[in-house]
């Protein structure tokens, strides 16, 4: 093999100078140094186990975004540590007239259990009506009767019976009768709570579809700390957050963030004013806010990998409860500031209010007309099963 080697003349460091680019000091570096947030290793190595059981009986984890995007590295060798011959043949041929090793024997011996037919089985066998068996603390949890289940010694856990909950929705006769059992709970009387008995209800509401604000999408803002001004708290805290607005904003270098606007006083005298004469807003008013902290936002709804649907109550003096839908997730965590840069700045949001427009109306007719859909569905599948049986049950609202 022939290797050529190329005598690079060394630079002194001393003689060197950054490049000028556009008046500016152009640096060698092609991007910006980036820190990494992943997950410490793990412990020990990685093995390739089944897990025979549910991994969610215990308890519901939800994986965090963290640990979705870290992939554990598996240093393994191209043979999985398996050392194969393949060059005799006969080394994974096997004998069939080979004797096991007492021990294997033993090892591979089924459990057989033998039928109880002595006498003083047939008397614990026995069932008495006014006595509660005895239950023992311990392996043997049942000595004299005969189990379903069998005690796994070698792990140490003992296995529960697999419960066979009931599948519905199988097929179109079962979604009817689930949705008509629905009706048919909802006209009994609540008298006492499920499983305390004392407890008694003070006052029963009918729970409906917020009709009314379900046209105008709603989100759910999580901060990852209380985002009230620190020299102002109580009442007046409260009363400035409620006014509060969140948008998204750029800085010079192009990064996106979200800017988190407090109203200023002159702005909560206007919406007090607002409020007093039971208006909305004021016609060609100009509310001022400003900014008051930086956010980096992570968004989920309903098109997200993972989301969960989460509503949301209004209770209504005289009227019942209404339930709304949540359709956006926003986390906000707070935004570091950069080294030499000012995290303060003094930028101002002036909203006017106007009204809607003709693309806006349509996609708040479009959510409205969605939900009377799915409740026009369930009257049909109700009313089918109804004549299907020859009766007809009014269960449909208008």
């Given at each position: 093999?022939?290797?050529?080697?190329?005598?690079?003349?060394?630079?002194?460091?001393?003689?060197?100078?950054?490049?000028?680019?556009?008046g500016?000091?152009?640096?060698?570096?092609?991007?910006?140094?980036?820190?990494?947030?992943?997950?410490?290793?793990?412990?020990?190595?990685?093995k390739?186990?089944?897990?025979?059981?549910?991994?969610?009986?215990?308890?519901?984890?939800?994986?965090?975004?963290?640990?979705?995007?870290?992939?554990?590295e598996?240093?393994?060798?191209?043979?999985?540590?398996?050392?194969?011959?393949?060059?005799?043949?006969?080394?994974?041929?096997?004998?069939p007239?080979?004797?096991?090793?007492?021990?294997?024997?033993?090892?591979?011996?089924?459990?057989?259990?033998?039928?109880?037919?002595?006498?003083?089985?047939?008397?614990?066998?026995?069932?008495?009506?006014?006595?509660?068996?005895?239950?023992?603390?311990?392996?043997?949890?049942?000595?004299?009767?005969?189990?379903?289940?069998?005690?796994?010694?070698?792990?140490?856990?003992?296995?529960?019976?697999?419960?066979?909950?009931?599948?519905?929705?199988?097929?179109?006769?079962?979604?009817?009768?689930?949705?008509?059992?629905?009706?048919?709970?909802?006209?009994?009387?609540?008298?006492q709570?499920?499983?305390?008995?004392?407890?008694?209800?003070?006052?029963?509401?009918?729970?409906?579809p917020?009709?009314?604000?379900?046209?105008?999408?709603?989100?759910?803002?999580i901060?990852?700390?209380?985002?009230?001004?620190?020299?102002?708290?109580?009442?007046?805290?409260?009363?400035?957050?409620?006014?509060?607005?969140?948008?998204?904003?750029?800085?010079?270098?192009?990064?996106?963030?979200?800017?988190?606007?407090?109203?200023?006083?002159?702005?909560?005298?206007?919406?007090k004013?607002?409020?007093?004469?039971?208006?909305?807003?004021?016609?060609?008013?100009?509310?001022?806010?400003?900014?008051?902290?930086?956010?980096?936002?992570?968004?989920?709804?309903?098109?997200?990998?993972?989301?969960?649907?989460?509503?949301?109550?209004?209770?209504?003096?005289?009227?019942?409860?209404?339930?709304?839908?949540?359709?956006?997730?926003?986390?906000?965590?707070?935004?570091?500031?950069?080294?030499?840069?000012?995290?303060?700045?003094?930028?101002?949001?002036?909203?006017?209010?106007?009204?809607?427009?003709?693309?806006?109306?349509?996609?708040?007719?479009?959510?409205?007309?969605?939900l009377?859909?799915?409740?026009?569905?369930?009257?049909?599948?109700?009313?089918?099963?109804?004549?299907?049986?020859?009766?007809?049950?009014?269960?449909?609202?208008?």
């Amino acid at each position: 093999r022939l290797i050529t080697i190329q005598n690079i003349k060394q630079q002194d460091p001393s003689q060197y100078k950054p490049k000028l680019k556009g008046g500016k000091i152009f640096q060698n570096m092609v991007c910006r140094v980036k820190y990494c947030n992943s997950l410490p290793d793990i412990p020990f190595d990685p093995k390739f186990i089944t897990y025979p059981f549910d991994q969610h009986r215990f308890v519901q984890y939800k994986a965090t975004s963290l640990e979705k995007q870290h992939k554990h590295e598996l240093l393994t060798e191209p043979d999985l540590g398996v050392t194969i011959d393949l060059i005799n043949p006969d080394t994974y041929r096997i004998d069939p007239n080979i004797i096991l090793d007492p021990a294997d024997e033993k090892l591979l011996e089924e459990d057989i259990q033998a039928p109880s037919s002595s006498k003083r089985s047939q008397q614990h066998a026995k069932v008495v009506p006014w006595m509660r068996k005895t239950e023992y603390i311990s392996t043997e949890f049942n000595r004299y009767g005969v189990s379903n289940e069998k005690v796994e010694v070698k792990i140490g856990v003992s296995v529960k019976q697999q419960f066979t909950e009931e599948e519905i929705y199988k097929d179109r006769d079962s979604q009817i009768a689930a949705i008509e059992k629905t009706f048919e709970d909802a006209q009994k009387s609540i008298a006492q709570h499920y499983s305390k008995p004392r407890v008694t209800p003070v006052e029963i509401l009918p729970v409906f579809p917020d009709f009314k604000m379900w046209i105008n999408p709603c989100a759910q803002v999580i901060f990852d700390s209380d985002p009230a001004p620190k020299d102002m708290s109580g009442p007046a805290g409260v009363e400035m957050m409620s006014q509060a607005m969140i948008r998204g904003m750029m800085d010079e270098e192009g990064n996106q963030f979200v800017a988190y606007f407090l109203p200023n006083e002159e702005t909560l005298r206007k919406r007090k004013r607002d409020m007093e004469e039971e208006m909305d807003y004021m016609p060609d008013e100009l509310y001022d806010y400003k900014i008051a902290r930086e956010y980096n936002w992570n968004v989920k709804n309903k098109a997200s990998k993972g989301y969960e649907e989460n509503y949301f109550f209004i209770f209504r003096d005289g009227d019942g409860v209404y339930y709304n839908e949540l359709e956006t997730r926003v986390r906000l965590s707070k935004r570091r500031a950069k080294a030499g840069a000012q995290s303060t700045t003094n930028a101002v949001l002036v909203c006017k209010h106007r009204d809607m427009n003709e693309k806006e109306l349509e996609a708040q007719v479009s959510l409205l007309v969605a939900l009377r859909l799915v409740s026009e569905v369930v009257c049909l599948l109700t009313l089918a099963a109804s004549e299907s049986q020859g009766q007809f049950k009014g269960l449909c609202m208008a």
